[in-house]
């Protein structure tokens, strides 16, 4: 299970032998803002991160227990969204170029573009099916 940035920042620093004072010294904060820290009542400013992470003597990986060799955000994800937002495109070109048209408001150039932009955004998404 994941602990939470405060149970690990107080932990590390135990086995370091610091107290809060020492550690909020180092950091430049006080020795409330590293109480309020390992409370989990806030949390350290992002840009201190690798700071901290030296003061602890670990990574900021292991400090935000992130995995080694993952990403944050599985590849799956990413290309699911990928996949939504060209067929999204695709949808709204094509609905787009009808409305305008029907509307008497595009030209040829414009609905050209427009209907291109929405076919390679529909062709993507079958070449990546294609490819898996």
């Known amino acids: 299970m994941k602990k939470t940035l405060g149970t690990l920042i ?19 904060v006080t020795d409330k803002a590293v109480s309020k820290w390992e409370r989990d009542l806030s949390c350290p400013d992002i840009a201190s991160l690798p700071t901290l992470a030296e003061t602890l003597g670990v990574s900021v990986d292991e400090l935000l227990q992130v ?7 599985p590849v799956g994800d990413v290309a699911r969204i990928a996949d939504t937002v060209l067929k999204g495109v695709a949808l ?13 408001q595009l030209d040829q150039k414009s609905a050209a573009i427009m209907l291109g932009t929405g076919l390679a955004c529909a062709a993507a998404t079958l070449l990546k099916k294609q490819k898996q």
């Open 10 to 28: 107080a932990e590390i620093r135990k086995q370091k032998g610091m107290t809060q004072l020492e550690l909020a010294e180092k950091m430049g």
């Open 67 to 73: 995995k080694n060799g993952r990403s944050p955000t």
């Open 92 to 104: 709204a070109m094509g609905v787009a170029a009808a409305v305008l048209a029907a509307m008497e």
